[in-house]
Nanobody, 117 residues
Framework: VQLVESGGGLVQPGGSLRLSCAASGFTFSSYVMSWYRQAPGKERELVAGISSVGGYTDYADSVKGRFTISRDNAKNTVYLQMNSLKPEDTAVYSC???????????WGQGTQVTVSS
């Protein structure tokens, strides 16, 4: 099982980034996919989640209206489009795959997002 994030980097406030998480080794289309983030000295928090077929999404209040989660089950990839970025969005962003019936819970290694002028 692998979850490989990409797309992080340094961006100015107000800018945009698109994170990608490429999955392999499991039946991607059967898993709920989520993005979490953890800033230095803070607990990990759920940023956004998307159901297995993409019909349901949920967001943390702090990112609603700015971030969009999506998935392409044909490409085994989940995305996080981040717009209007703020310095407080600075964190390591990690991809998570979860199957609530099987009890599987997989994590990627994370990608750093830094919002700074």
């Amino acid at each position: 099982v692998q979850l490989v994030e990409s797309g992080g980097g340094l961006v100015q406030p107000g800018g945009s980034l698109r994170l990608s998480c490429a999955a392999s080794g499991f039946t991607f289309s059967s898993y709920v996919m989520s993005w979490y983030r953890q800033a230095p000295g803070k607990e990990r928090e759920l940023v956004a989640g998307i159901s297995s077929v993409g019909g349901y999404t949920d967001y943390a209040d702090s990112v609603k209206g700015r971030f969009t989660i999506s998935r392409d089950n044909a490409k085994n990839t989940v995305y996080l489009q981040m717009n209007s970025l703020k310095p407080e969005d600075t964190a390591v962003y990690s991809c998570n795959a979860r199957h609530f019936v099987l009890g599987d819970d997989y994590w990627g290694q994370g990608t750093q997002v830094t919002v700074s002028s």
